[in-house]
């Protein structure tokens, strides 16, 4: 069995039930970093083979891996 390094992930739920789909996600494997219940989301990581464990999730409507955008210093030159 291959271990995977942790990724992280946004997670969106069903505002409804959303202490039960964090719940659930942390069962999953999912380290939680941030929640927003009012939008639905939380933010974690995750081992990237346990992804779709926290998936089939009943409460999680989607999984999104967070991209990491680096941006050049602002003294550069324009590309």
Do not use: H, K, N, W
């Not at 997670?11 to 380290?31: H, I, K, N, Y």
């Not at 939008?39 to 464990?53: F, H, Q, V």
């Not at 009943?58 to 891996?65: G, I, K, L, N």
Request: aromatic fraction near 2%.
């Amino acid at each position: 069995m291959s271990r995977s390094g942790p990724v992280g992930v946004i997670v969106s739920v069903d505002p409804d039930r959303f202490a039960q789909a964090v719940e659930a996600a942390r069962r999953a494997g999912l380290t939680v970093t941030s929640e927003q219940p009012v939008l639905g989301t939380l933010s974690g990581t995750i081992a990237e083979d346990r992804i779709p464990a926290l998936e089939a999730i009943d409460s999680v409507e989607s999984v999104d891996r967070e991209r990491i955008i680096r941006l050049p210093p602002p003294d550069s030159p324009i590309q």
